[in-house]
């Protein structure tokens, strides 16, 4: 037994080879534009259960499940006029919708984690767009250990995950860097659950937060989360000798997620520098003042979550 992933490259011989692992009740990591997925068919109860049991994940935590399109999702979920204009807008794309599950859907219930909803998205990601061709509906959270910092190349899900995934599609670094944005829609209304990727214009509702009694109703919105080993400070223009120094901007740190202050770059490279500062020997990570406005919003959402008590 080896403690490593199996990391083969995204070709047509590695994507066949995937696809032959899902259909028989594997677990694969993939990438998407956004991060690497854990992925498992949606409709395979044991399968999911596999992703659970390698991310170490709460199972009332929802997961979010990969489809090819709006017809697909059409399957899984209602789609009222709001939620379609938002498809037809964002899709593929990185925006995550949650909508009420049809009866009967072919849905693990683990996915839903008893939820009568679904969170469905369709990846602009060429190489999951595969995989759901080939083994259709896929259930795929961030390929990570459980509120841990999210995999943005197949060396960071090896890393994190070990043997616990037995094959990793190598696709290269993620381009956007952070997770998809997620927002409910119910009776017209859009509520957001979790910044990200996506900036929506228009009025959206902030929903109650778990911690502050409401429900965890999709991936992302428990209060520590994406986490380093270490503890996190944020708004730091400077640093002690035993932190490593996140940088933004004219704060240069150890090293910077945008020297130029781009808000884009920083959202591509956080979790990539929240690995390197990790895996650096200090014991404690400070991160540089970060803008919360645009990608700033998501970038200081998931630092947040960083930076909160495990």
Not at 61 to 68: E, G, W
Not at 89 to 111: D, I, N, Q, Y
Not at 179 to 191: K, L, M, P
Not at 206 to 235: F, I, K, N, T, W
Request: hydrophobic share 50%; glycine share 10%; charged share 15%.
């Amino acid at each position: 037994m080896t403690d490593k992933s199996r990391i083969i490259a995204a070709d047509p011989a590695g994507i066949a080879e995937a696809v032959a692992l899902l259909d028989a009740g594997g677990i694969v990591a993939a990438p998407t534009e956004t991060v690497y997925g854990l992925a498992a068919r949606a409709a395979d109860g044991a399968a999911v259960a596999r992703i659970y049991a390698a991310k170490g994940r709460p199972s009332f935590n929802p997961l979010i499940v990969h489809v090819s399109g709006v017809a697909q999702a059409a399957k899984l979920v209602e789609i009222d006029p709001v939620s379609a204009a938002l498809m037809a807008e964002f899709w593929p794309g990185a925006l995550t919708l949650v909508l009420p599950l049809k009866p009967g859907a072919a849905v693990a219930g683990l996915v839903t984690a008893g939820l009568a909803t679904l969170a469905v998205r369709c990846p602009a990601h060429p190489v999951m767009q595969a995989l759901i061709a080939g083994a259709g509906p896929l259930a795929a959270p961030s390929a990570n250990a459980s509120g841990r910092i999210s995999s943005t190349t197949a060396a960071h899900v090896a890393a994190s995950l070990g043997d616990r995934v037995p094959l990793v599609l190598d696709g290269g670094a993620c381009a956007a860097g952070v997770e998809s944005t997620i927002v409910q829609v119910a009776d017209g209304v859009v509520t957001l659950l979790r910044p990200g990727a996506v900036l929506l214009p228009g009025p959206i509702a902030e929903p109650p937060s778990p911690q502050g009694g409401g429900r965890v109703v999709a991936p992302g919105m428990m209060a520590s989360h994406y986490a380093p080993l270490q503890p996190v400070r944020l708004d730091a223009l400077t640093a002690a000798p035993a932190e490593f120094h996140i940088g933004f901007g004219t704060v240069a740190g150890d090293a910077s997620l945008s020297p130029a202050g781009d808000l884009t770059e920083a959202a591509a490279r956080l979790f990539d520098l929240l690995h390197v500062a990790e895996a650096s020997g200090r014991a404690a990570i400070a991160v540089a003042p970060i803008p919360g406005h645009g990608l700033g919003l998501a970038i200081n959402d998931r630092l947040n979550r960083a930076a909160a008590p495990k």
